[in-house]
């Protein structure tokens, strides 16, 4: 009943996407373990599934929306014959080989069985951990712009984080809010300068400098931020009816915890290439890397991790 | 757009939903939103699969914002099941078929 396979991907963003397609192409008939559908990162697609426009990938000269790549990029796995499957695993042995995976908790037989693994997980986004954000997520606090912004026209609203993807959700929401509000526990940002640009010149756009969220107000819906200022101590409320949460990710490893070695962020090692610390198995995207993040990055190290394997394979006389 | 889903206007909707005779889930959706878009293929199935058990209509917030903000949507998808015109069950955003069922399932 278990399905076996030469190259198991863990993965369907940018990563995952693009090791199928290579190895796809070199006749390795990859299954791909998407993930299920949901409203968060954790979904076939990723992360540029919960973006809007992605203004740098190559080739899009005038830019392409994240889910519309992510469709296209699973059409073209599909067409050189990739195996898609809608699923998630949750778990994985690669004690042995081959290794298992099972995508199924009902089952105690794995569901793959893998000549080798490339993992492409990728990241999620960190939540605040403050007071008030489980009670008040979809109540008004949010973790994606392109979603519930809407729901907030004509509002003032707080976006919390200094990185690209605040200020994208930033600018993007003042489509729709009053005013918005940048929270950032630092007084510089961590974002490209373009996007530090356009947010400064945005007349809706304000920053809190040096500011740490304490709690998120209210009782059934978002009523204002309790936030401390973390040079002079004092705390203040910020008076926002809106709440979006940016402040950054944390890998999806739990699958390979204790199995493959990680680094002291919890990021997947690899090297050389998509090498991982256990033979046959690759990694490749944001599980393995905080330091570009970007989805043509991503796409490159899947790429590599599809020629890895494929080499690697041929090493084991496949 | 399968036929079996009914497409309801904030002019409609009381109607709709108030007369239904299975209990009614109701998609609150919109044309940006990708989550939205991930389960559309889901509840045309639901659609057809359960149509013994409860009928489903889509509601665009977009055009139709007095329901929306009426039923304090604030995250979309939202589904909302409807037995008898009164909530009895609110999921808030996408989820596999099988999570989807049960949670409907568990309040029909």
Request: aromatic share 6%; charged share 20%.
């Amino acid at each position: 009943m278990n399905h076996h396979t030469e190259v198991l991907i863990i993965g369907s963003g940018p990563a995952g996407l693009t090791a199928a397609i290579y190895a796809a192409r070199a006749q390795l008939s990859p299954v791909v373990i998407e993930g299920e559908p949901s409203s968060t990162t954790d979904q076939p697609g990723g992360q540029l599934m919960v973006t809007t426009e992605v203004e740098n990938f190559p080739g899009f000269v005038d830019g392409v929306q994240g889910p519309d790549l992510m469709t296209s990029m699973r059409a073209q796995a599909l067409r050189f014959g990739a195996d898609l499957r809608v699923t998630k695993v949750h778990k994985l042995d690669l004690s042995q080989r081959p290794f298992r995976a099972w995508t199924s908790e009902d089952h105690e037989a794995p569901s793959f069985s893998a000549d080798s693994v490339i993992l492409a997980t990728g990241a999620r986004s960190l939540m605040l951990n403050v007071p008030g954000e489980d009670r008040l997520l979809s109540h008004g606090l949010s973790t994606c712009a392109t979603c519930d912004g809407f729901f907030f026209r004509g509002q003032d609203i707080a976006v919390i984080g200094g990185g690209d993807s605040a200020l994208e959700e930033a600018l993007f929401l003042t489509r729709f809010a009053r005013t918005v509000t940048v929270v950032h526990r630092r007084d510089e940002l961590r974002a490209s300068k373009i996007m530090q640009e356009r947010s400064r010149a945005h007349d809706k756009i304000d920053f809190a400098w040096n500011t740490q969220v304490t709690d998120v107000l209210g009782h059934d819906r978002v009523s204002g931020l309790r936030v401390v200022d973390t040079v002079t101590g004092e705390s203040r409320t910020l008076d926002v009816t809106g709440v979006f949460v940016a402040i950054g990710h944390v890998p999806n490893t739990s699958l390979v915890e204790g199995q493959l070695e990680l680094d002291d962020n919890g990021y997947v090692i690899t090297g050389p290439g998509t090498y991982t610390s256990v033979e046959g198995v690759f990694a490749a995207g944001d599980v393995q890397d905080h330091e570009y993040r970007q989805a043509i990055t991503s796409a490159g190290s899947g790429a590599m991790a599809a020629i890895d394997a494929e080499r690697w394979l041929e090493t084991q006389g496949r | 757009m399968s036929d079996q889903i009914t497409t309801l206007t904030d002019a409609t909707f009381d109607e709709v939903v108030g007369s239904a005779e299975k209990p009614i889930l109701v998609d609150f959706w919109a044309e940006w939103c990708g989550p939205c878009k991930t389960i559309a293929p889901i509840l045309e199935e639901l659609a057809t699969e359960q149509s013994d058990k409860f009928v489903i209509g889509k509601l665009d917030v977009d055009a139709n914002v007095a329901t929306a903000t009426k039923f304090s949507v604030m995250s979309i998808p939202t589904l909302l099941l409807f037995k008898d015109g009164e909530v009895v069950a609110r999921l808030v955003g996408a989820k596999p078929k099988g999570a989807l069922l049960q949670e409907i399932s568990a309040s029909l």
